[in-house]
């Protein structure tokens, strides 16, 4: 048994192209549960950032600073009354959330943390994944057919029809990308996630630096798009509260309510993962070039265990600053537990054995994070895009862009 | 069916299964942007709206009609009721109207004190209003940025006469509070820390890409259809009306004070959405300069203890934050009113909305009744 984990920690591809199953099925529930707990912490982090930009305190009372807040509502979430609307057409209902959650964790089956960190490597990766995301919005039209009311029925086609108009911008953002992999060294271009990295890896530069500025514009493009793709501010039409009140799932409640939350937070985790693969490095650490050689590698392979350790610092400040009151007690309890632990993971994670192996988990997490901290930070500055400004964005501004960049990439790829 | 206010229902021979007809949508009353319990009936083709329908007096509590069962005094607190977001000016209002009926005026230090309450009001009401409007059209952020500043306003309202929203702060015939100890110095601490605050607002949204898009050209109305809708306020100054109560009929000391009326060109929600940024600004300056005159004396007039004016009747109307709120009492000589008839600036205005949304898309009736300031108080009544 020791020797079977061991023979898979030292391979170099993924379980899924090795054909092991085990270590294929231990990683897909690393990564369920990894990403429902992602999507709780993000959760907790969009109250608290959104509520500081809005000068108010946010989640508060559950838990020292509102930490045990997330896991309240989703127990508030699965105890409600499942509610069905009686004109609802039965099987629809039941069925579109479970289309929705299935879609956006199954393009977690690509995303690369690592090397070897990922369940398989398809040689259509990028496919793979654009194909799969935009089923999510299959569920959401069913979602507002079955409704069987006016309200969701207008939220489920504002969306698919958002979608299915920012997909192209997307897609040929994601081709100019997928060109620049082709003028690699070996001169083989690839669709796989892995080999995107890897050839950003040969290439010495992330994508969104090649060819300035054109990377970055394709990078641009699809961070554009890729916020739209997930009904998010500023063009979060189909949910869009003051006009549609909850778009699709107005009439949805408790577990199936929190099902469409957790796919649209997975769907944020997984279409950031693509931008961050193409176009900044995927799990490679910034700046190779700049602080380069041996001694940075070092330093750079320690930022993990000091963000944790950083971490578990600020939880145990916050211990030092809660009220002296019986009443928080348990609170304060809570909290140094909750630093220590994050004490403890900093303190294995400088461990030279699982220093080398997390560091790639650790910046591809960095990076997407960046990206949740965008949409926190859109959603807390922009208004909200009307319909037909919406289309217009996306068919007259933003495709233009991705078929002018993906022509002036195919051409300087030949010329450079 | 056959009540005649929803003509917008679908024909028979139009209800079919799968049709490409025309939707008839309810807004409201239970919806997040009709700000309070308004129904708007929408018939949409699609996106586009072909007609809207106001259904009101779902906050309907016969104001007008308690008025008569009450003695002038004691109808008094009823009116900060109507427009609870401006209920200072409400107030204003009404004492400024029984006065004149009475023929008795209210002393300068009472009438200096007025105006720097009723233009904090329009400050919290402006306020109320960027804040919601912002958040209907999708910014969320402002609203609590607002929130915060109106907060201190209505601190000072709670020093001043004890209650925050519903303020009951005038009498007939003058004040019944002397202003407390250090009023004046806690109002201009407060012009101080909010002017810089109006600029934050504007940096927020004024030169917003999506916020212009959103506001430029949408629920457009000429100078023309508001005169003929009778249509006051912001409203009527961003279609270039230069027509402002506090200037037009000075009341109180307005006439005293040095302001500008801002005006704007095209009628559209931006420029509404600049009219009242600007107004703010000057409310800032009126109060400023009250703040600095305001003379010492008494604070009530010589009324009577039991207010019975003379037969006969008054109209008599202030700028109240939304527009032209109107007072028309009939005395009977007793103490009680014959007759009070409220001309609500909301009211009128919310008959704008059809007009202005006609042809423009769903979203747009949210920005356009988010811009015509209306509560649902005053509306109903």
């Given at each position: 048994m020791v020797d079977y984990i061991k023979s898979y920690l030292e391979s170099t591809t993924t379980p899924g192209q090795a054909g092991n199953m085990f270590w294929a099925a231990v990683y897909i529930l690393l990564i369920f549960l990894g990403l429902s707990v992602a999507v709780i912490a993000m959760n907790w982090l969009e109250r608290k950032i959104l509520a500081h930009m809005q000068v108010r305190l946010g989640p508060m009372r559950v838990g020292p600073h509102g930490l045990l807040q997330p896991i309240a509502d989703a127990i508030k979430l699965l105890i409600k009354e499942d509610i069905m609307p009686?004109?609802?057409?039965?099987?629809?209902?039941?069925?579109?959330?479970?289309?929705?959650?299935?879609?956006?964790?199954?393009?977690?089956?690509?995303?690369?943390?690592?090397?070897?960190?990922?369940?398989?490597?398809?040689?259509?990766?990028?496919?793979?994944?654009?194909?799969?995301?935009?089923?999510?919005?299959?569920?959401?039209?069913?979602?507002?057919?079955?409704?069987?009311?006016?309200?969701?029925?207008?939220?489920?086609?504002?969306?698919?029809?958002?979608?299915?108009?920012?997909?192209?911008?997307?897609?040929?953002?994601?081709?100019?990308?997928?060109?620049?992999?082709?003028?690699?060294?070996?001169?083989?271009?690839?669709?796989?996630m892995i080999g995107i990295v890897q050839s950003q890896q040969a290439q010495q530069v992330w994508f969104a630096f090649k060819f300035f500025p054109l990377g970055l514009i394709a990078f641009f493009v699809f961070a554009v798009a890729m916020v739209a793709e997930t009904n998010r501010a500023p063009f979060d039409l189909p949910e869009a509260e003051s006009e549609l009140t909850a778009g699709f799932h107005t009439e949805y409640s408790g577990f199936r309510w929190s099902l469409f939350f957790l796919a649209e937070y997975s769907a944020m985790i997984a279409v950031s993962s693509i931008a961050v693969t193409l176009w900044l490095g995927g799990w490679l650490r910034p700046f190779p070039h700049l602080l380069g050689g041996s001694t940075w590698d070092l330093v750079f392979s320690l930022l993990p265990g000091i963000t944790f350790l950083l971490l578990g610092l600020m939880a145990f400040v916050g211990v030092f600053r809660m009220p002296k009151h019986p009443y928080f007690r348990v609170q304060t309890i809570?909290?140094?537990?909750?630093?220590?632990?994050?004490?403890?993971?900093?303190?294995?994670?400088?461990?030279?054995?699982?220093?080398?192996?997390?560091?790639?988990?650790?910046?591809?997490?960095?990076?997407?994070?960046?990206?949740?901290?965008?949409?926190?930070?859109?959603?807390?500055?922009?208004?909200?895009?009307?319909?037909?400004?919406?289309?217009?964005?996306?068919?007259?501004?933003?495709?233009?862009?991705?078929?002018?960049?993906?022509?002036?990439?195919a051409v300087a790829g030949v010329l450079l | 069916?056959?009540?005649?206010?929803?003509?917008?229902?679908?024909?028979?021979?139009?209800?079919?299964?799968?049709?490409?007809?025309?939707?008839?949508?309810?807004?409201?009353?239970?919806?997040?942007?009709?700000?309070?319990?308004?129904?708007?009936?929408?018939?949409?083709?699609?996106?586009?709206?072909?007609?809207?329908?106001?259904?009101?007096?779902?906050?309907?509590?016969?104001?007008?009609?308690?008025?008569?069962?009450?003695?002038?005094?004691?109808?008094?607190?009823?009116?900060?009721?109507?427009?609870?977001?401006?209920?200072?000016?409400?107030?204003?209002g009404y004492c400024e109207s029984v006065e004149k009926l009475l023929n008795v005026e209210a002393p300068p230090r009472a009438k200096y004190m007025r105006v720097i309450l009723a233009e904090l009001n329009r400050l919290a009401s402006h306020m109320l209003w960027l804040g919601t409007h912002a958040l209907d059209i999708g910014a969320i952020t402002p609203l609590f940025y607002t929130f915060r500043d109106r907060e201190e306003i209505l601190k000072i309202f709670e020093k001043y006469c004890g209650a925050r929203l519903t303020?009951?702060?005038?009498?007939?015939?003058?004040?019944?509070?002397?202003?407390?100890?250090?009023?004046?110095?806690?109002?201009?601490?407060?012009?101080?820390?909010?002017?810089?605050?109006?600029?934050?607002?504007?940096?927020?949204?004024?030169?917003?890409?999506?916020?212009?898009?959103?506001?430029?050209?949408?629920?457009?109305?000429?100078?023309?259809?508001?005169?003929a809708l009778g249509v006051t306020g912001p409203v009527l100054r961003a279609s270039g009306v230069k027509w402002d109560i506090r200037k037009a009929q000075p009341y109180a000391t307005y006439a005293d004070f040095d302001f500008e009326i801002p005006i704007g060109q095209r009628?559209?929600?931006?420029?509404?959405?600049?009219?009242?940024?600007?107004?703010?600004?000057?409310?800032?300056?009126?109060?400023?300069?009250?703040?600095?005159?305001?003379?010492?004396?008494?604070?009530?007039?010589?009324?009577?203890?039991?207010?019975?004016?003379?037969?006969?009747?008054?109209?008599?109307?202030?700028?109240?934050?939304?527009?032209?709120?109107?007072?028309?009492?009939?005395?009977?000589?007793?103490?009680?009113?014959?007759?009070?008839?409220?001309?609500?600036?909301?009211?009128?205005?919310?008959?704008?909305?059809?007009?202005?949304?006609?042809?423009?898309?769903?979203?747009?009736?949210i920005a356009v009744i988010g811009t015509l300031d209306i509560v649902l108080g005053e509306v109903d009544r």
């Open positions: 009686s004109q609802a057409d039965g099987f629809v209902f039941w069925v579109a959330p479970i289309v929705v959650v299935i879609t956006a964790f199954t393009v977690f089956i690509v995303v690369p943390f690592g090397p070897t960190h990922a369940v398989t490597d398809m040689n259509i990766g990028v496919l793979f994944m654009l194909g799969v995301s935009s089923l999510s919005v299959l569920g959401i039209v069913m979602a507002g057919w079955a409704s069987n009311s006016h309200y969701p029925l207008m939220g489920a086609l504002r969306s698919s029809a958002q979608m299915v108009s920012y997909e192209i911008a997307m897609g040929l953002a994601v081709v100019s990308a997928v060109l620049m992999t082709s003028l690699n060294a070996t001169g083989t271009g690839t669709l796989s809570g909290l140094a537990g909750f630093g220590m632990v994050l004490g403890l993971i900093g303190l294995l994670l400088f461990l030279p054995e699982v220093r080398n192996r997390i560091q790639d988990i650790f910046w591809f997490s960095a990076k997407v994070a960046f990206f949740m901290y965008l949409y926190i930070w859109y959603r807390g500055t922009f208004p909200r895009y009307r319909f037909d400004q919406l289309m217009k964005v996306g068919w007259k501004a933003l495709l233009p862009v991705g078929i002018g960049v993906l022509v002036l990439t | 069916m056959t009540d005649p206010t929803f003509h917008l229902e679908l024909q028979e021979h139009e209800k079919t299964f799968l049709d490409s007809n025309e939707l008839i949508i309810n807004m409201g009353p239970q919806h997040p942007a009709t700000h309070g319990v308004l129904r708007v009936i929408l018939k949409l083709d699609g996106e586009k709206v072909l007609g809207t329908e106001c259904v009101i007096g779902y906050l309907h509590r016969g104001v007008e009609k308690i008025a008569e069962h009450r003695t002038y005094t004691m109808f008094n607190p009823y009116v900060d009721r109507m427009d609870y977001v401006a209920a200072v000016s409400n107030g204003l303020t009951h702060a005038f009498r007939i015939g003058g004040c019944l509070y002397e202003t407390y100890e250090g009023f004046e110095r806690e109002v201009k601490k407060f012009l101080d820390f909010v002017t810089p605050k109006i600029g934050e607002y504007e940096e927020l949204l004024t030169t917003n890409r999506i916020w212009v898009e959103r506001t430029k050209g949408v629920g457009t109305i000429s100078a023309k259809d508001c005169i009628g559209d929600t931006y420029d509404r959405y600049i009219v009242r940024m600007e107004e703010m600004r000057q409310s800032l300056r009126i109060i400023a300069q009250a703040i600095d005159r305001i003379p010492e004396g008494p604070i009530m007039a010589k009324v009577p203890k039991v207010i019975k004016p003379p037969v006969g009747e008054i109209y008599h109307s202030i700028e109240a934050p939304k527009g032209e709120l109107g007072y028309f009492i009939v005395s009977d000589g007793s103490t009680q009113p014959y007759r009070i008839r409220v001309r609500p600036p909301s009211f009128v205005n919310l008959q704008a909305l059809d007009l202005m949304v006609r042809d423009q898309l769903v979203a747009d009736v």
